[in-house]
């Protein structure tokens, strides 16, 4: 009888793991699968690949969604990281940055049922989704700080790559400069890469020499050289993309902060909870909480300067105001 109640107990016990097992099978085969190709930077950046990767995060945490990523490091081209992030049958595949939309449309074309997601850029094929952000409207808000704060009357843009996205950073805080304080110079240089902190150390501490006293690089990794080159220089700066104030504590003054892990999170639980995404093209600025900028720290605005960036950003928000030319 005991012998009988022991391979009961254990064909039960069997039972039981088994059916665990296929449970944990069929919850893991009806997750979501999300594939994202990140920048050229990659990951660490403090900017964009890193918010990428943070969003899909969030949305493994509460949505219990699935991810892989590739980094360009890591493969000898785009597309080849776009090919395994297909054969691994992601249900939607994301790319950072304006520089991926050539491999993205190659591999859209050839895998038409495979849906696509861009950041930064906008494609005309029907399985290949955009979202592009009003940058210069947060620019435009930097710039402002920046003519209201600058002792010199100086001040300095950085740029990465010489290419219309960072054009609309650098128009809309020249903008912002100009709106409140129209005596100011602007001095702008392209560093001609996103990936290179101590090119961007060196342009600094030109800039700085040349009586720059407020700098706002649109420069990636290129950009962590400038604060920390200002940083050490005792002069202000401005993060872009993330609060990047942590960076450099005693020169980050403030960041325009582009939601990419946001609009990345939001669009993965549109689908997951309805089974599609509704737009093709979603264009996020100021007033759809896709751009802002991050507290202010380092410096104090008087009453009067902050009720000038204030109304700055009212009439900026209404489009009172034409940012880009």
């Known amino acids: 009888m005991k012998r009988y109640m022991v391979v009961c107990t254990c064909i039960l016990y069997m039972f039981v793991l088994s059916a665990c097992s296929s449970a944990d099978e069929n919850t893991e085969i009806d997750r979501m699968k ?37 980094e360009l490091q890591d493969t000898e081209t785009y597309e080849q990281g776009f090919e395994e992030l297909i054969e691994q049958g992601n249900d939607l595949i994301i790319g950072l940055g304006f520089a991926i939309k050539g491999a ?14 861009i950041i930064d850029s906008q494609s005309n094929l029907p399985n290949i989704y955009n979202i ?14 920046a003519g209201l704060k600058t002792q010199s009357n100086i001040i300095g843009f950085v740029g990465g790559e010489d290419v219309p996205i960072i054009h609309k950073f650098e128009q809309g805080f020249m903008k912002g400069v100009k709106a409140s304080n129209p005596d100011a110079q602007i001095i702008s240089k392209y560093a001609g890469t996103f990936g290179d902190d101590k090119l961007g150390e060196r342009i600094a501490k030109e800039m700085i020499a040349a009586g720059v006293d407020y700098i706002y690089p649109a ?28 960076l450099a504590e005693k020169s980050v003054v403030s960041s325009m902060v582009k939601q990419v892990d946001v609009a990345i999170y939001d669009t993965v639980k549109e689908l997951v909870e309805t089974g599609k995404i509704s737009e093709k093209n979603k264009v996020l600025g100021f007033k759809e909480k896709g751009v802002t900028i991050a507290p202010i720290r380092v ?11 204030d109304q700055l950003t009212e009439k900026m928000s209404n489009e009172s105001i034409k940012i880009l030319d």
Do not use: C, H, W
Not at 104 to 117: G, Q, R, V
Not at 220 to 229: A, I, K, R
Not at 299 to 309: C, F, H, M, P, T
């Open 34 to 70: 999300i594939g994202i190709m990140l920048s050229d930077a990659g990951l660490g950046d403090q900017s964009f690949s890193d918010l990428g990767f943070l969003g899909l995060e969030k949305a493994r945490d509460e949505l219990g969604v699935s991810f892989d990523y590739r």
């Open 104 to 117: 993205m449309e190659a591999m859209a074309e050839k895998y038409p049922d495979t849906s696509f997601l």
């Open 132 to 145: 592009t952000f009003k940058e210069e409207e947060g620019s435009f808000l930097i710039g402002v700080i």
């Open 219 to 246: 420069a990636g990794f290129t950009g962590v050289g400038v604060l920390l080159e200002s940083q050490r220089a005792g002069t202000y700066s401005f993060g872009i993309d993330s609060d990047q104030f942590y």
């Open 299 to 309: 410096i104090r605005l008087s009453d009067a300067e902050q009720k000038n960036l």
